[in-house]
C-alpha cells in the first residue's frame, strides 16, 4: 500500500520561506505525476501545482512566482518551496499522486503570522 508522508511545516513570519517534503513509500513513484494541495480552515483543499514523472512543472496564479515543486525520483520523494509567504498561506499541505490516491496523508501544518 502506498502511503505519503508530509513534513518540513512549521510557523513563519510574512515574507519568510519553508521547504515541505512529501515521502512516498512505494518505489512506483517514479513513473506518476505528483501534486502539492492544501486545505485552509473551513475551505475545501486546493491544487497548488503539479510535477510530471520528467519534472515539469505547472501552478495556480495564487502561488506562481512564489512556490517551487521539485522532486527525487531515486528518494521517491516531491518538495515544495515556499518562498515570499503570506498569512493566506497558512494551511494544511498535502502531497498526492496524479490520480490521487483514496488514502491521503496527514498533512504538515504552515502557520504564517506576524
Known sequence: QVQLVESGGGS???????????AVSRSIFSIYAMGWYRQAPGKQRELLGTITSGGLTNY??????????????????VYLQMNS??????????????????????????????
Open 12 to 22: 513563519v513570519q510574512p515574507g519568510g520561506s519553508l521547504r515541505l517534503s512529501c
Open 60 to 77: 495556480v496564479d495564487s502561488v506562481k512566482g512564489r512556490f517551487t515543486i521539485s522532486r527525487d525520483n531515486a528518494k521517491s520523494s
Open 85 to 114: 509567504l503570506k498569512p493566506e498561506d497558512t494551511a494544511v499541505y498535502y502531497c498526492n499522486r496524479i490520480p490521487n490516491l483514496l488514502v491521503w496523508g496527514q498533512g504538515t501544518q504552515v502557520t504564517v503570522s506576524s
